[in-house]
């Protein structure tokens, strides 16, 4: 009998935060606020260079590669640079930024140090200035490409920005068959549920609907992964995407893990003219993300 088996989602990122800093980031020279997502870094007057920093669950290896992007703004106009220091690497993401301007800038790095606190601030001409100023962030994403996709072949920030909704999936979802090759141990934990139930539309939604003991979650939280087996599919990958918690019991709704491209929109570039072939590649790879689903490509006009 197949087993239902929950992992974390750590292969890809080392950091994804989902729109926002406000968790378990602390001030470096400055107050720290904030709603929803954003995190409100304002500068106390003691650094010129005002910021927050988090220690990153995954330390930094020496030598490979990782792709950071981070969104953010300042409400002045005399800021001088905004920056992130990581993995012994520091890089200017932004020259004399525009007051209320939101940038979103990504880089590639190689980490020289194993140093695992990732730190963004705003620098002033010094600690008076910098008093006061105010530096928003919004999102950070970091990956480690050489995990990713192996040493020498790891992409540009530019390529990279092309594919981001693509670093979700599973590694294998572009070969000739959808393949779960990354999830064949047992898994953080080994799960027997009360009950399991899976909806599957034609080339709709596909999820599930799992209920267990109280005990269990730790390993049933938001984004986890579980791998079930399905009726006409084999074992598959379903991201946790509701928690809900009753009498002693957890209860959460995981989708498809290829339902993770719809938050993304998806850019293919082509060095060729437009065809009948290329449609049919793109539809052909996207309807690996989902087994036994379709999915259509049209060209843009």
């Known amino acids: 009998m197949s087993l239902i088996r929950s992992f974390q989602d750590t292969r890809k990122t080392i950091a994804r935060h989902g729109g926002g800093f406000n968790n378990g980031w602390t001030g470096a020279g400055a107050v720290v606020t904030g709603e929803s997502l954003e995190a409100i870094v304002t500068g106390n007057g003691t650094v010129a260079n005002p910021g927050i920093y988090k ?14 992007k981070v969104r953010f703004k300042v409400t002045n106009a005399v800021c001088q640079s905004v920056g992130i220091s990581y993995a012994g690497v520091s890089y200017t ?5 525009a007051s209320d301007t939101v940038y979103e800038v990504s880089t590639v790095i190689t980490a020289t140090a194993t140093t695992a606190d990732f730190y963004i601030r705003q620098v002033y001409a010094d600690a008076s200035t910098a008093n006061d100023k105010v530096l928003y962030a919004y999102d950070l994403v970091a990956i480690d490409l050489t995990t990713e996709y192996g040493s020498g072949s790891e992409p540009s920030a530019s390529d990279m920005d092309k594919i981001k909704g693509l670093y979700a999936l599973a590694k294998n979802v572009t070969s000739a068959s959808f393949s779960i090759s990354d999830f064949d141990s047992l898994g953080d934990k080994v799960i027997q549920p009360r009950s399991c139930l899976e909806y599957k539309e034609d080339n709709g939604d596909w999820r599930i609907e799992l209920e267990a003991d109280i005990s269990y979650l730790t390993w049933l939280a938001n984004e986890y992964i579980l791998v079930v087996p399905t009726k006409a599919n084999g074992d598959q990958p379903f991201r946790i995407r ?10 959460v709704v995981a989708r498809h893990i290829g339902f993770d491209l719809e938050s993304y929109i998806l850019q293919f570039a082509f060095g060729y003219s437009y065809s009948a072939n290329i449609v049919s590649h793109v539809n052909r790879t996207l309807g690996l ?6 999915f259509y490509a049209r060209r843009n006009r």
């Open 242 to 251: 509701k928690v809900s918690l009753g009498d002693s019991v957890v209860k």
């Open 55 to 68: 220690t990153l669950d995954s330390a930094p290896v020496i030598g490979r590669k990782y792709y950071i």
């Open 289 to 294: 993300a989902i087994p036994s689903s379709q």
């Open 93 to 97: 993401l932004k020259t004399s930024p």
